[in-house]
């Protein structure tokens, strides 16, 4: 029986945001004891940095990625090289010369080249992926490129180990990312998920049966066909394009100035305000037998106000009430307030931009997942566009006076125990 794969008991630290994984990277500590031997201290690190650097890739693959030696640069100071030309650095050697007390030596951060010993991990697809928050895990990122939602310039890969080159871009589906990095549905989303996917497939398999009932029409000597008429040519209403025109509509409404409601006037509001958010809570509605403009149509029928008797004080000209497409628009641009207005306004954008969408495999509206912001960092050697979902691989993870570019959560002495292990000097 397979392990548990975040155990509490004996913490594995590994390359996911699961909750489990976070705690067990706060309470994570040096676990290599000095009592015991030097192999056993290097193979108790080898497993621990296996465990989080690659763990899907098998131990054989690994041996023959990894690398003696390791990429580093030592940034030079041009201020320094200019004024200097080395050999103060040997002056007063042996001689017993001592600095004056304004005189401090020139402090270097040392390079912590052993965290870099996992650095050909970093050039794996998958784990590019997960560095780029494109996954909640390594795995998830592998199960991505593998069911074809990832591109690397341009061409499809379904290899998880392809091996990244500076330069190279890669990108995936938005809608898996948006999937992986954002909250998951609780049981009443699920339910009406399930409802909307059994509705679909019941209206496929009529509209099948249909078009399998239907006989054949028999063949007609061809004549020359006059053109459509243009209502035909013209395309569809996207409902995109018809919130849009919505959205403009409740603008020029929101310029109209309001006036005093009655009680049962605002009990009328508030459920016109109800009606429009349910309408919008539920896509399918929008392709199903009416569209929106039929559908607030008859939401604004329901609640029009009745026509007052004209009388000489109450009248109004004409060209102080906007023209609008919709009669029934037209009819509360005298009774709904400027807070109302607003309310309205805000969530056809809402609608439109983060929409509420119970056929998703993510909780809507939108949301980040809950232990995210412990993992939301990017490596330097990544460019990483989120609104596109792509990413660049500039250049290879390098190490630097007093840092290393691969992120780990084991340091300086478990890293090269771990690099000593591999080097085979047993």
């Known amino acids: 029986m397979r392990k548990r794969f975040h155990g509490l008991k004996r913490p594995r630290l590994r390359q996911s945001w699961n909750k489990y994984n976070l705690y067990n990277l706060s309470r994570a500590e040096d676990p290599i004891r000095r009592e015991r031997t030097f192999f056993q201290q290097k193979w108790t690190a080898k497993s621990m940095t296996r465990a989080y650097h690659g763990e899907t890739v098998r131990e054989q693959k690994w041996t023959r990625m990894f690398r003696r030696t390791i990429k580093a640069v030592v940034p030079m100071d041009h201020r320094y090289l200019a004024e200097k030309d080395g050999s103060e650095l040997a002056?007063?050697?042996?001689?017993?010369?001592?600095?004056?007390?304004?005189?401090?030596?020139?402090?270097?951060?040392?390079?912590?080249?052993?965290?870099?010993?996992?650095?050909?991990?970093?050039?794996?697809?998958?784990?590019?992926?997960?560095?780029?928050?494109?996954?909640?895990?390594?795995?998830?990122?592998r199960q991505f490129v593998v069911h074809g939602y990832v591109r690397v310039n341009g061409q499809k890969m379904i290899y998880p180990g392809y091996q990244l080159n500076p330069g190279d871009m890669f990108q995936v589906d938005p809608e898996r990312v948006l999937y992986a990095t954002g909250a998951p549905k609780d049981r009443q989303e699920r339910r009406a998920g399930r409802k909307i996917r059994a509705l679909r497939a019941s209206q496929k398999e009529a509209a099948t049966e249909e078009t399998s009932s239907e006989p054949e029409p028999a063949a007609e000597p061809q004549t020359p066909s006059s053109p459509p008429p243009p209502e035909s040519t013209a395309p569809a209403k996207s409902t995109k394009q018809t919130?849009?025109?919505?959205?403009?509509q409740a603008k020029l409404i929101l310029t109209t100035p309001s006036q005093t409601l009655t009680a049962r006037r605002k009990q009328d509001l508030r459920a016109f305000q109800r009606?429009?958010?349910?309408?919008?809570?539920?896509?399918?509605?929008?392709?199903?037998a009416t569209s929106l403009d039929a559908q607030l149509s008859e939401i604004t029928t329901k609640m029009a106000p009745e026509k007052p008797t004209p009388t000489p004080s109450s009248t109004t000209p004409e060209e102080d009430i906007p023209k609008l497409s919709t009669p029934e628009l037209q009819a509360q641009a005298e009774s709904l307030t400027p807070q109302q207005l607003d309310t309205l306004r805000l969530a056809l954008q809402e609608a439109?931009?983060?929409?509420?969408?119970?056929?998703?495999?993510?909780?809507?509206?939108?949301?980040?997942?809950?232990?995210?912001?412990?993992?939301?960092?990017?490596?330097r050697y990544l460019?990483?566009?989120h609104k596109i979902c792509s990413a660049v691989y500039v250049r290879h993870p390098v190490a630097r006076p007093g840092l290393a570019e691969v992120?780990?959560?084991y340091g300086l002495h478990v890293n090269g125990l771990a690099h000593n292990w591999y080097l085979r000097r047993r």
């Open 243 to 248: 919130l849009q025109s919505l959205l403009a």
């Open 383 to 385: 460019e990483v566009h």
């Open 407 to 409: 992120p780990t959560p």
């Open 275 to 288: 009606t429009v958010k349910r309408t919008l809570s539920r896509p399918d509605t929008f392709s199903t």
């Open 91 to 141: 002056e007063g050697r042996g001689s017993g010369l001592d600095l004056a007390p304004d005189q401090k030596p020139r402090i270097i951060p040392k390079t912590p080249y052993m965290n870099m010993t996992y650095a050909p991990t970093e050039r794996r697809l998958d784990t590019a992926i997960f560095r780029a928050l494109f996954a909640s895990s390594t795995r998830q990122a």
């Open 352 to 379: 439109r931009d983060n929409p509420i969408d119970a056929s998703k495999p993510y909780a809507t509206p939108w949301r980040p997942r809950e232990w995210m912001s412990a993992f939301a960092f990017i490596p």
